[in-house]
Nanobody
């Protein structure tokens, strides 16, 4: 079992920045690939970014490339999502997730564990 707790969300003006953190506890954090997803009101949950267990492979959705950066610190059992140049359309609940299998980084059903989410609201 892995427990995931997100933090760092909040209200920010368009063009601003936030850094989300996801702290993991339980089984060995470095065994898991990690992902960030988001869900806006009335929309389906969508992929944002993912990182392999070592940090050697990183993936970002086209909608956030060049603005968001995923990273991890295995010594701190934490994965981060640095979000710059935020837009109102980035408003959503952001979730971190963990997977131990070799399935797609982009697919929601691949992930085994999920956090409760943190709200990000970007005002125009």
């Amino acid at each position: 079992q892995v427990q995931l707790v997100e933090s760092g969300g909040g209200l920010v003006q368009a063009g601003g920045s936030l850094r989300l953190s996801c702290a993991a506890s339980g089984r060995t954090f470095s065994s898991y690939a990690m992902g960030w997803f988001r869900q806006a009101p009335g929309k389906e949950r969508e992929f944002v970014a993912a990182i392999s267990w070592s940090g050697g492979s990183i993936y970002h959705a086209d909608s956030v490339k060049g603005r968001f950066t995923i990273s991890r610190d295995n010594a701190k059992n934490t994965v981060y999502l640095q979000m710059n140049s935020l837009k109102p359309e980035d408003t959503a609940v952001y979730y971190c997730a963990a997977k131990e299998n070799s399935g797609s980084y982009y697919r929601i059903t691949t992930y085994d564990y999920w956090g409760q989410g943190t709200q990000v609201t970007v005002s125009s």
